[in-house]
């Protein structure tokens, strides 16, 4: 069993930055994967950006070059700075860690005004 615990969501003015971080309850380095989706009102939930335990990261194209993952192995942390953000960027983000079977955070609440 993995507990994730996201925090770091807040409200933003558009072109503001946030910093997400997900704690997990178990060392991540044994964790196959992990990352950030996001669930807008009124849409499916989509992935936001994954790194692997080798560091390897993916993006979805609607972030790439203003979102940047990262893990702390150290920390059992993964963190996903938001610069740039747009109010297309509203949604609650959810960390996730694949490890046999996916694990979900409770969720953060990131809001960006226009």
């Known amino acids: 069993q993995v507990q994730l615990v996201e925090s770091g969501g807040g409200l933003v003015q558009a072109g503001g930055s946030l910093r997400l971080s997900c704690a997990a309850s178990?060392?991540?380095?044994?964790?196959?994967?992990m990352g950030w989706y996001r669930q807008a009102p009124g849409k499916q939930r989509e992935l936001v950006a994954a790194?692997?335990?080798?560091?390897?990261?993916t993006y979805a194209d609607s972030v790439k070059g203003r979102f940047t993952i990262s893990r702390d192995n150290a920390k059992n942390t993964v963190y996903l700075q938001m610069n740039s953000l747009r109010p297309e960027d509203t949604a609650v983000y959810y960390c996730?860690?694949?490890?046999?079977?996916?694990?979900w955070g409770q969720g953060t609440q990131v809001t960006v005004s226009s």
């Open positions: 996730i860690a694949d490890r046999g079977i996916r694990y």
């Open positions: 790194i692997t335990r080798g560091g390897t990261t």
């Open positions: 178990t060392m991540i380095f044994s964790i196959n994967a």
